[in-house]
């Protein structure tokens, strides 16, 4: 920042000290936001980009990178982890270790998940094609174990599956813990790995494609609309998967096709879903309109090593609670990328420009700037079930020993979904009495004493009822009902 700048912010801020009401503000947020803005003026630094979430743009045909901002920060990635462990299961459909009409049993472990969830019990049936899907849709926690589970034959096994797929497709700084993505702080990875995770689902299961692009679901009656903004709103969007949780804020890999051009957008850490849809808004713009082209290959991206040795920021801070500093970082961030496509073109014949009507309207304007106007779409739902499908006579996948083929019965003792059989009562060491009196006549009678007495109780029960409402009956003070 130049010396005129630095002496305007201070002039600003000294005449800001007072509002307009004549009331002083508090002096001492003011000395701590001027200390922040100037420790980042003087250092060359900017404070959106410090507190603003990786972006990252990526040309789907070749992996070119046309462009990225910390896209190898280190983040969690939430929801979105539901994209590895989709690509674990179609990898294991592949490989014919399990069938899309295999049925899943729901264990009580996948039951106790948090949500989102479809809020199944346990022991209910779901085919895997079902599964998938409500986990693309709904973003089902439990149905995500419930994969895991029928897949690899428990969570942990189902862990070690989704970090030897990530070593094998290159996803340097991603660690799974389990394939939901609820918090854990060694669940971590970053939007590079996730673009390469992307690339992979649509290159090696093209056929599949569509399950990314599923607007809504119906279940039993109801609609379940996708979380997805993009899904209809955007020109050509047609996946892929959002997540969120406090420590990652709104996350999104999303992809859109638009004449023959495909590109995947990466947007961590956005502080509310409008935001991450117009982050992810402005990004398509950009890659579409030739404002960004290809740069490097994602191979090229390297890691920042750490010199403190301390974590990173993206996993200190949290979305939950007051956001105002990251959503400002991440509000000018957004509109410094927006800036170049709603800059009027300026004419290289003369330096001056006149946006006349006839160009105005010519000029499309970009879809980020009213990806929050355009009305929610109508999708056709998807049908979804639970049970097996019909005529389906093989084997249910559920939690057994650690990738053991479908069909391997659990060992003893292992806690199962199905609930025990109920042990026979044994046999009682007192025989009956045959000279004692029958219950029932005596039943009769104890009955009409209840009544004749209890009628008395009931009516002072009453009264005094009516009494304490009556007393009750008072000006109402809500700041009594509310806790501080």
């Not at 307009?20 to 959106?48: D, E, I, P």
């Not at 279940?219 to 047609?238: E, M, Q, S, T």
């Amino acid at each position: 920042m130049d010396p005129i700048s630095r002496h305007r912010y201070f002039v600003t801020f000294s005449q800001t000290l007072v509002t307009k009401s004549g009331r002083s503000v508090s002096l001492t947020g003011w000395l701590l936001n001027f200390a922040t803005f100037a420790a980042f003026a003087f250092s060359g630094l900017s404070l959106g980009s410090a507190l603003a979430g990786p972006v990252l743009v990526v040309d789907s045909q070749s992996g070119s990178v046309l462009y990225e901002e910390q896209a190898m920060e280190p983040w969690y990635p939430a929801s979105v982890t539901k994209l590895m462990t989709t690509y674990v299961a179609l990898s294991a459909v592949r490989d014919h270790r399990i069938a899309l009409d295999t049925p899943l049993a729901v264990s009580a472990r996948a039951a106790s998940m948090a949500p989102s969830k479809m809020g199944f019990r346990p022991g209910t049936l779901v085919t895997l094609d079902n599964a998938l899907k409500m986990l693309m849709v709904k973003s089902a926690n439990d149905m995500a174990v419930t994969i895991a589970e029928g897949v690899s034959g428990s969570v942990e096994a189902f862990a070690d599956d989704m970090n030897e797929t990530a070593r094998s497709l290159g996803m340097t700084q991603s660690h799974f813990v389990n394939p939901n993505g609820l918090p854990n702080p060694d669940h971590i990875s970053s939007a590079r790995d996730l673009a390469i995770l992307a690339l992979a689902i649509y290159h090696t299961f093209p056929e599949h494609a569509e399950l990314f692009n599923i607007g809504a679901l119906r279940f039993a009656g109801k609609v379940i609309r996708n979380h997805n903004d993009l899904l209809g709103r955007y020109p050509g969007a047609d996946g892929m998967k959002t997540g969120f949780i406090c420590a990652s804020g709104f996350n999104v890999v999303a992809s859109a096709t638009q004449g023959g051009r495909k590109f995947i957008v990466v947007v961590l850490g956005a502080p509310n879903p409008r935001s991450r849809a117009m982050m992810a808004s402005t990004l398509f713009d950009r890659a579409f309109a030739g404002i960004d082209r290809p740069s490097k290959s994602l191979s090229d991206l390297t890691a920042a090593t750490q010199a403190t040795g301390q974590p990173t920021p993206g996993l200190q801070q949290t979305f939950c609670g007051r956001r105002g500093k990251a959503a400002m970082a991440f509000n000018a961030q957004a509109e410094r990328l927006l800036a170049p496509l709603v800059a009027p073109k300026a004419s290289a014949a003369s330096s001056h420009y006149v946006l006349t009507t006839t160009e105005g309207l010519a000029r499309p304007a970009p879809v980020a700037t009213r990806i929050g106007m355009v009305p929610a779409p109508a999708f056709d739902p998807v049908p979804v079930y639970v049970g097996p499908s019909p005529g389906y006579g093989g084997l249910v996948a559920q939690a057994r020993p650690p990738h053991s083929p479908v069909g391997t019965p659990q060992p003893p003792g292992t806690v199962t979904a199905y609930a025990p059989e109920t042990p026979a009562l044994a046999a009682s060491p007192v025989a009956p009495d045959a000279a004692a009196l029958p219950m029932k006549g005596r039943t009769k009678y104890k009955s009409a004493q209840l009544r004749q007495h209890g009628s008395r109780r009931h009516r002072v029960a009453r009264a005094e009822a009516r009494s304490v409402i009556w007393r009750s009956r008072r000006p109402f003070a809500p700041a009594a009902l509310c806790g501080r």
